[in-house]
């Protein structure tokens, strides 16, 4: 079947705009994940939903990164006012439950360059 | 908070040789351990993992032994091959953590033929 999909696979942006990030999970997985990778970093944690609902969203790193997840399935990752350390890979992972006991399973990311 | 800290790469080894990556962990509760691999051009994918203390993980020819004792889950394998060139990244989920995953910072291996 099909895997985790996120779009645009690549983004180029100037500093200060909006950006919306999109991540179809697997059909059928209730968890969510979003992460950011760095160049030459593991994925950091940025936020986690169950359902609708953001179980854990400790990991945003300010007021700018917000995520919404309105019908359980589809989840968009929403940037205001972008800036140069922003650039990352911002990936997706969907699993059937939560991540200790349930795989993971990870989209090809998207590549964010804020210029 | 929790934590993982693993061997800096690159690794570089002749086919057939030997592997390990060294792993060790901090946490506060009693988390389960991951090793997730990334192919060149492909995704994250989870290679192995362990729940429990003295769980042994292991997939594709690879393994990792959870050692509570040590805080330690490293990755081994006896034969490397070309093919096992990726980049491996540690990882844990810790339910005393809200269950996040928290990774390493990845170990590249490239395996010469």
């Known amino acids: 079947g099909a895997g985790v999909s996120q779009t645009p696979s690549n983004k180029v942006t100037e500093k200060g705009k909006y950006v919306e990030l999109r991540c179809d999970p697997i059909s059928g997985h209730t968890a969510l994940y979003w992460y950011r990778q760095s160049l030459g970093q593991g994925p950091e944690f940025l936020i986690y939903f169950q359902g609708t609902g953001a179980a854990d969203d400790s990991g945003l790193p300010n007021d700018r990164f917000f995520a919404v997840r309105p019908e359980g399935s589809v989840s968009t990752l929403k940037i205001q006012r972008t800036e140069r350390g922003d650039s990352a890979v911002y990936l997706c992972a969907s699993s059937l439950g939560l991540a200790g006991s349930y795989e993971q399973y990870f989209g090809p990311g998207t590549r964010l360059t804020v210029t | 908070g929790d934590s993982v800290t693993q061997m800096e790469g690159p690794v570089t080894l002749s086919e057939e040789a030997f592997l390990t990556i060294n792993c060790t962990y901090t946490?506060?509760?009693?988390?389960?351990l991951f090793w997730y691999v990334q192919y060149p051009g492909e995704g994250l994918q989870l290679l192995l993992k362990?729940?429990?203390?003295?769980d042994k993980g292991s997939n594709k020819g690879f393994e990792a032994t959870y050692r509570k004792e040590t805080t330690s889950f490293h990755l081994e394998k006896g034969s490397v091959q070309v093919s096992d060139s990726a980049v491996y990244f540690c990882?844990?989920?810790?339910?005393?953590?809200?269950?996040?995953?928290?990774f390493g910072a990845g170990t590249r291996l490239f395996v010469k033929a």
């Open positions: 990882a844990l989920s810790d339910p005393a953590g809200g269950f996040k995953t928290i």
């Open positions: 946490a506060t509760g009693y988390p389960s």
């Open positions: 362990a729940t429990k203390a003295d």
